[in-house]
């Protein structure tokens, strides 16, 4: 079992940065994978970025150099910092993880950008 609890969002001008944060009740060494993924209201749930426990990450091409994903191995966290915000980022951000076989959800933390 792999408890996630988010944190971080807010309400943000467009312009602006936010760092999330995703905090996990295991070792981050014993998951496989940490993802952040967002659901904006009437879409789909999409990816966003990635981090294996090797520190390879990935993130979804329309995302490449305004958001980064990092890890703090010593407080089992993961982060997604968010650069030069748009309105559409405006989501609810979730956070993922797979270790075993299994998928793991965290509750998700609202993210608002105003124009």
């Known amino acids: 079992q792999v408890q996630l609890v988010e944190s971080g969002g807010g309400l943000v001008q467009a312009g602006g940065s936010l760092r999330l944060s995703c905090a996990a009740s295991?070792?981050?060494?014993?998951?496989?994978?940490m993802a952040w993924f967002r659901q904006a209201p009437g879409k789909q749930r999409e990816f966003v970025a990635s981090?294996?426990?090797?520190?390879?990450?990935n993130y979804a091409d329309s995302l490449k150099g305004r958001f980064t994903i990092s890890r703090d191995n010593a407080k089992n966290t993961v982060y997604l910092q968010m650069n030069s915000l748009k309105p559409e980022d405006t989501a609810v951000y979730y956070c993922?993880?797979?270790?075993?076989?299994?998928?793991?959800w965290g509750q998700g933390t609202q993210v608002t950008v105003s124009s």
């Open positions: 993922a993880a797979g270790r075993l076989g299994k998928d793991y």
């Open positions: 295991r070792s981050i060494f014993e998951i496989s994978y």
């Open positions: 981090i294996t426990n090797g520190d390879n990450t």
